[in-house]
């Protein structure tokens, strides 16, 4: 059972770039989740899916695109890298009438 | 406004003490809380959750926590620190309701001396 699993795991891009972080998960969650984690700031939610067919903004959309794509998989993509999008990316998942979320290890994006 | 507050952001003990790591929350319905932690270059793994009921609440790792309404606090707790604890440590709050949104505080990064 591979819980969460995201994609890259490292990624550099230059200003201007466009790329897709990829996230899955196997536990039948109809909640998903990205975060970007930032030193001193914790996580802030950047988007959200509270059930498949639904996005919406989080604490920090901007910049960002989602598409659930079906239940498993939720992306994330940046059209534009920007410096200030240097960060570790986290997706997270919840079951229905659940409170917990599971996280994936991470995406660390570098943006030069 | 919604918010968690972890006051101590780098926390240095010794093998063996103790160890409490404070967290400070604002919510406006009854919250579920939780704490998280992240080992270097890892994702983050649930080691305590509370929702309802007895308000002191046990963990993986020897981790308890104590849910303290009148002090709207939600502090983390070890009797004796092992050096495989160092790691950063994350509250939450939230959870509930059909979105599940959750609010992180800063984190409190813990150093184990030998």
């Known amino acids: 059972n591979a819980g969460v699993t995201q994609t890259p795991k490292f990624q550099v891009l230059k200003t201007g770039q466009s790329m897709t972080l990829q996230c899955a998960q196997d536990m039948n969650h109809n909640s998903m989740y990205w975060y970007r984690q930032d030193p001193g700031m914790g996580l802030r939610l950047i988007y959200y899916?509270?059930?498949?067919?639904?996005?919406d903004k989080g604490e920090v959309p901007n910049g960002y695109n989602v598409s659930r794509l079906n239940k498993r998989e939720f992306s994330l993509r940046l059209e534009s890298a920007a410096p200030s999008q240097t960060s570790v990316y986290f997706c997270?998942?919840?079951?229905?009438?659940?409170?917990?979320?599971?996280f994936g290890p991470g995406t660390r994006l570098l943006v030069l | 406004a919604q918010s968690v507050t972890q006051p101590d952001i780098h926390i240095t003990v010794s093998e063996g003490a103790s160890l409490e790591l404070r967290c400070n929350y604002s919510y406006g319905a009854t919250p579920y809380l939780f704490w998280y932690v992240q080992s270097p270059g890892q994702g983050l793994q649930l080691l305590l959750k509370?929702?309802?009921?007895?308000?002191l609440v046990q963990g993986i790792k020897g981790f308890e926590a104590e849910f303290k309404r009148s002090q709207s606090s939600f502090n983390l707790r070890k009797p004796s620190v092992h050096w495989s604890d160092a790691a950063e440590y994350f509250c939450?709050?939230?959870?509930?309701?059909?979105?599940?949104?959750?609010?992180f505080g800063q984190g409190t990064t813990l150093q184990v001396k030998p």
């Open positions: 997270a998942s919840r079951g229905q009438g659940k409170e917990t979320q599971y």
């Open positions: 939450a709050v939230g959870g509930s309701g059909n979105t599940g949104k959750l609010i």
């Open positions: 899916s509270a059930s498949e067919g639904t996005t």
């Open positions: 509370y929702f309802s009921g007895d308000t």
